[in-house]
């Protein structure tokens, strides 16, 4: 009896419980676009973070702002413009359409939701379109940042083309310190010859893509190597190249770096076997000079300088590239090697290697070419959503070349300030550099450091002084892939500013007390929360996270209820 009496009263609260969470699913959504409640939470827990201490408020408030409303847009803030410039609009509208039809009652209802679905759309059409516009700005005034536009073309033909970035020293005066070193991009397509030339130049050539080999001749030998990705090969200055891509599908590319021994920031090629284009500089010598020095009549000479026409970089036979190619080692050398030959970089252990992101790195230890150039050539994959922790070089400076995936990078520089990027703006180049030194020179350095960030993609390439603190953060849809060049390299120290293994844990607790002014207990909690270490879960992964980590504390109503019905 006391179940059949029970059993209504069951029924009804069960019944009320039903109702109680279609109500506030139904609140729910209206409060997704009900922008005065969420104005007014952020508004309050504002408030509430005035009464922490000084150096707690910035971080209550950024959770303010994480747990109650959108981050705010900034054009300033590459992290928001990395999260929300590649979401597509129309495909967020369409998103947003779905729930009005889904959640909402009633045909007025539907449409007040789809117009408020439509506002948000022209709204962050009209953000990305200022974001962009303030970008292109920015990146325009970034000393340290270089476009794909900013390669110079030198060569192009239809088989492929030689690209040269511009001088450092020409882009900022803050760049005075590497103008001995330029850097170029090589593409050839599948089945091509590259004609032979040499530089006034060291270079070091990086595979990116594609299957090579490339023959170095001097006065008493000739190399050939057979290249595949990764491998990294030295040419010292005047020994005459010649490279095909042996492959009959996949276009080579070669990144490469020069140092002139010449004249500062400047290098060229000098091409002999040629004719009209390219150029052979055996033109440039008289008839009796040539005639004498062939022992040949002048009219065969004009007609062995006329007939090339097709540019540096033409299409081989199948038979021609056999040959070419025949002879040629396959032998990669290892650690220590003294050999001429190309070393494969992606072969190597990693330096740093974790899910998030992986570091390989070769200098003179590992190359004996290497050595006398002071110089180190690194591989960076970060995995989509992965970051690099916040580090600095100790005495290297990096040539960052992105080669694959999308991201943004920040750095702190103490050298430009909000003053001096108006003056850059306002006035000349020249008298923004005059303006510098007079502040050096009058001791006006300060402690005041600059942000400076650009956006990532293929063919652009960012500068890494030595001692300026940097990270990298991928996109959340696409490994972001990197070739380093480092000068200076020998004895430098890779010092990480956050992760496990930060170099302020190595700091003396005093020192940790004195320096932010805090119990030395409360700074060790912020620096040894990060549990990963040198590639860490970006900005948006560590949101997720955060949101999977608390959800697992949450048992949402319409559990409660599929238990029931089950």
Request: hydrophobic fraction near 30%; charged fraction near 25%.
């Amino acid at each position: 009896m006391a179940t059949k009496t029970n059993f209504p009263v069951l029924f009804l609260f069960l019944l009320s419980l039903l109702f109680l969470s279609l109500t506030l699913s139904f609140c729910s959504t209206h409060h997704d676009f009900d922008n005065d409640d969420k104005d007014q939470n952020l508004k309050h827990c504002r408030q509430k973070c005035q009464e922490k201490q000084p150096y707690q408020q910035k971080r209550c408030i950024q959770d303010c702002e994480e747990q109650y409303g959108e981050t705010k847009w900034n054009p300033n803030n590459l992290e928001y413009h990395h999260h929300h410039h590649h979401q597509d609009p129309e495909r967020e509208y369409k998103k947003c359409q779905t729930k009005c039809q889904l959640k909402e009652r009633g045909q007025q209802q539907q449409k007040w939701c789809e117009q408020r679905c439509e506002d948000r759309r022209r709204e962050q059409e009209k953000k990305r379109g200022q974001y962009e516009e303030q970008q292109q700005q920015q990146q325009k005034n970034n000393p340290y940042f270089f476009d794909e536009q900013s390669f110079n073309e030198w060569y192009r033909t239809q088989e492929g083309n030689i690209r040269v970035l511009q001088r450092f020293s020409k882009r900022s005066n803050l760049l005075r310190g590497i103008e001995n070193y330029r850097i170029a991009l090589l593409e050839a397509n599948p089945r091509t010859f590259v004609i032979p030339s040499y530089f006034d130049a060291e270079a070091v050539f990086f595979v990116v893509k594609g299957r090579g080999t490339m023959s170095l001749v001097s006065q008493d030998s000739r190399e050939t190597f057979n290249l595949e990705r990764g491998d990294v090969i030295r040419v010292p200055a005047g020994t005459s190249i010649h490279t095909i891509n042996r492959d009959n599908k996949e276009k080579l590319q070669i990144a490469g770096i020069y140092q002139s021994i010449s004249i500062p920031g400047r290098f060229r090629d000098f091409i002999g076997l040629a004719g009209e284009d390219p150029e052979s500089f055996y033109k440039s010598f008289s008839s009796e000079i040539l005639e004498a020095s062939f022992n040949t009549p002048k009219e065969k000479i004009d007609r062995l300088f006329s007939q090339q026409k097709k540019g540096i970089i033409i299409k081989a036979s199948e038979e021609q590239i056999r040959a070419l190619s025949e002879h040629a080692s396959e032998h990669t050398h290892h650690e220590g090697s003294s050999s001429s030959g190309p070393f494969n970089l992606l072969n190597k252990s990693p330096l740093h290697s974790n899910r998030y992101g992986k570091l390989l790195q070769i200098d003179g230890n590992d190359y004996k070419q290497l050595q006398d150039l002071d110089m180190s050539v690194s591989f960076t994959n970060i995995t989509k959503g992965g970051m690099m922790a916040p580090f600095y070089n100790s005495k290297s400076t990096r040539m960052v070349l992105v080669v694959e995936g999308k991201g943004y990078f920040e750095m702190a520089c103490p050298h430009l300030s909000r003053e001096r990027e108006s003056t850059q703006q306002g006035h000349s180049s020249r008298r923004g550099r005059e303006q510098e030194q007079e502040q050096e020179e009058q001791g006006g350095g300060g402690s005041h450091y600059q942000r400076v960030s650009s956006r990532l993609s293929p063919r652009t390439l960012f500068i890494i002084p030595a001692g300026h603190p940097t990270t990298i953060v991928a996109s959340d849809n696409e490994n972001l892939q990197m070739v380093v060049f480092g000068i200076n390299a020998r004895n430098n120290k890779k010092n990480f500013l956050a992760g496990s293994k930060n170099i302020m844990n190595q700091m003396a607790k005093e020192a940790k007390e004195l320096g932010f002014n805090i119990p030395a207990k409360e700074v060790e909690e912020t620096f040894n929360n990060q549990k990963e270490s040198f590639f860490l879960p970006g900005p948006h992964q560590r949101q997720q996270q955060r949101e999977e980590e608390e959800g697992l504390h949450r048992v949402p109503l319409t559990s409660i209820f599929d238990f029931v019905a089950f």
